[in-house]
């Protein structure tokens, strides 16, 4: 009964919030991010679609009226601070590609959306770390934990935020209301602790966090990734022109090609959509002759390059300690 009255309390003040409009707004989503491939997953995850990967039994309750956040261990001055508090500092909105390091080759637990939030650089500035630390242990309100590089944090040009805000609306319960981490770059294990009541800033050497103490790595930077959303597996395709399409990315490095490969044929050059920023993911297209092959079952295959000029690797790797690798490929059969 307890549990189900704060959940209506939390509910309530979620419908009841509005937040502040952003002292530094993102800018417009470029026209021609859509590769204009039907069944492509959109560029912008919808909340209600959007992936939920944590270990809470239940949701938890949190009334935003108690909610306070702690920022200790290695700092020149401890801080807590209210929602109240944190909804007066300046916000800011950033469109950024979240991935889970749980993904399989080919998976949907990755999302795109646009946060609002305060930069987890501003509230560390007031704790002001101390010389030696290089980790923020984040906790939240049900006892996870996540280890995140202390650099990636205090960088104003990365872009971690404590979210108050997706998509438009206050965050939804089940993704972290009322205040999460968002990190551009860093899979969510060690980064996207959802509701968050606790910064420890401390050292990689002396502290470990929920899933590093299960055997995943301790860091977990997100690894270049593509996806073929179109022809699903086993679809009977026609002949003529067949759209291909998908989505890849590389966050904080951006995508800058992406190739498809027929069966054991060379690799050809997909078609880009347009690139929005290097934290969010890139749709591609590209249209597949198949006048000219046999009847019968084919397959396809993505790889994509990062902004850097690195190659994604076609070595396969399982999700556990820090991300799977692999290219994906989808068999279909040429009717």
């Known amino acids: 009964r307890a549990f ?23 800018s417009a989503v470029p026209a021609g991010v859509s590769n204009g491939v039907e069944g492509t997953t959109p560029y912008l995850t919808p909340n209600t679609d959007f992936y939920r990967i944590d270990t809470a039994l239940t949701v938890p309750a949190i009334d935003p009226s108690t909610w306070s956040l702690r920022v200790h261990g290695m700092v020149e001055q401890e801080v807590e601070i209210s929602f109240e508090e944190l909804l007066g500092m300046p916000l800011t909105e950033e469109r950024v590609t979240l991935t889970c ?23 560390l500035g007031r704790a002001r770390p101390r010389s030696g630390a290089d980790m923020v242990l984040s906790s939240s309100s049900d006892g996870f934990s996540a280890s995140t590089p202390l650099g990636a944090l205090t960088d104003p040009s990365r872009g971690a935020l ?21 990190v551009p770059g860093l899979y969510g294990y060690v980064s996207a602790t959802k509701w968050v009541v606790d910064l420890e800033v401390t050292r990689f050497a002396d502290a470990t966090a929920y899933w590093t103490t299960r055997g995943w790595s301790a860091q977990g930077p997100i690894k270049t990734a593509s996806r073929i959303d179109v022809p699903k597996g086993f679809a009977q395709v026609p002949r003529g022109t067949v759209a291909v399409g998908g989505v890849a990315w590389a966050q904080t490095r951006g995508i800058a090609a992406v190739q498809v490969q027929v069966d054991d044929g060379p690799w050809q050059e997909a078609k880009l959509a347009a690139e929005d920023g290097l934290d969010t993911w890139r749709q591609w297209s590209y249209a597949w002759d198949t006048s000219s092959v046999s009847s019968g079952p084919h397959t396809l295959r993505v790889r994509a390059t990062d902004g850097t000029g690195a190659v994604q690797t076609g070595e396969r790797a ?18």
């Open 318 to 335: 399982e999700p556990a300690p820090d991300g799977a690798t692999g290219w994906h490929s989808v068999s279909v059969t040429v009717q």
């Open 162 to 182: 404590l979210a108050v805000g997706m998509n438009g609306e206050p965050l939804p319960l089940e993704h972290g209301f009322p205040v999460r981490m968002v």
């Open 4 to 26: 189900g009255a704060a959940a209506r309390d939390a509910v309530a003040a979620r419908a009841g919030l509005r937040l502040p409009a952003p002292a530094t707004p993102a």
């Open 101 to 123: 390091v749980s993904n399989e080759v080919g998976g949907g637990l990755a999302g795109n959306a646009t946060w609002l939030g305060v930069p987890v650089a501003e509230v």
